[in-house]
């Protein structure tokens, strides 16, 4: 390993002492979640009632109070992130045969929920100060790579319909939501935000997910709140909303006694058990954000002056709920990366690189994709930080 810094310690050895010295405790996951509150309580009422499953009080009040959180009108809850982000795709009319443009930097989820609907995940690239989708290349992009035909916009090469964009909030970190709306409304995409990491944050005073036709919630047991698994849709427009909930629940048309459905849905509701923890762990949505924008402030603490990189910090005019906290390598320092995070483990904390652009991944090899160099870059040099509430006192 090459020998960078003046007293002769590699860059692993320097972030590593730094940490071990200034952050404190760092073992255990990368993200775990935290029960402090009314978790224990509201599960055994699920199991004392008999109401554990698809029907149950806890599920309607997790809605009624995530909707509340957020600012949206409606919340539906589902199984899981993933589940959320197909449901909601196909809902505002993705169909078999379109593309969808997502970000070449996410969770694998964004684009398999685009396959899972049918349809082909188009890769754009991400900006280096948001790292999600910048609106201004966004629409250079469209105007230069598509084209209208009456109603629709077509993929130039593919001859395949664009109906769709999925952008994502990364690290918790919003993306220009208001700028991408005016985009989509431009050309006449349907706007689905992919805000599974970004609950509890906040751009231009607007919580995350808002922008778009609707926008998506993930409660893996890694994200800011976990209900088990779990995930949500939350939208402004009743109509979509009744849709979302048909669709999730197999689409049955309520009956006293009559097995009728009137299309193709899904199993997709949130159990009620899984919705018992969450409406406990909503209750502490304010306090473990806040834990985590003061993790932020102890990672400034301990690498706010050195000049291995720098510490990913919230973009103007947002506030982030710093659901992962990220350490940018100077780009020197990129080849190292491997090593860095090798050494990490090996002391015990456990850091994590960022996702490996979808656009190099098997099943997307094939897909339409925009130059991604910004994405390439900052999966080169990322470390994810040990990022768990009980960091933090
Ligand atoms: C976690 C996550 C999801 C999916 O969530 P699951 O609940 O794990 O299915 C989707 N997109 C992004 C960006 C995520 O981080």
Known sequence: MSRIDTRGESAAE????RLLARVGNLGGGLHE???????????????????????????TRFEKELALYVGAQHAVAVVNGTSA???????????????????????????????LAGATPHFVDVSSETWGIDSTELRAYVSSSLRRDDTRLINKESGRPVTAIVPMHTLGHPCDGEGIKAVAKEF????????????????????????????????????TITTGGGGAIVTNDAELAARLRH???????????????????????MPNINAALGVAQLEQLPDLVERQRSLHRKYEEALGDITLGSLRSESPGTTSN????????????????DDILKACLDAGIPV????????TLTPYLQSPSAPTPVAEDLYSRVVCLPSSASLVP
């Open 85 to 115: 982000l197909h449901l909601a795709l196909v809902a505002v009319g993705v169909k078999p045969g379109d593309e969808v443009i997502v970000p070449a930097l996410s969770f694998v989820a964004t684009a398999s929920a685009v396959a």
């Open 33 to 59: 979640p935290l029960f402090a509150g009314n978790e224990r309580e509201y599960v055994t009422e699920c199991i004392e009632t008999g109401y554990v499953s698809s029907v149950g009080s806890f599920v």
């Open 247 to 269: 669709l999730s629940t197999t689409a049955k048309i309520p009956h006293r006694f009559e097995f009728d459905h009137d299309a193709v849905g899904y199993n997709y509701r």
């Open 352 to 359: 994590r690189p960022l996702w490996r652009p979808l656009n």
């Open 14 to 17: 320097v972030l590593i002492s």
């Open 322 to 337: 710093y659901w992962l906290q990220a350490f940018l390598l100077a780009s020197g320092l990129a080849p190292q990366r």
């Open 188 to 223: 006449g995409l349907a706007f689905v935000e992919d805000a599974a990491e970004s609950l509890g944050s906040f751009a231009g005073g607007r919580h995350t997910g808002l922008a778009g036709n609707a926008g998506v919630f993930s409660f893996n047991g890694n994200k």
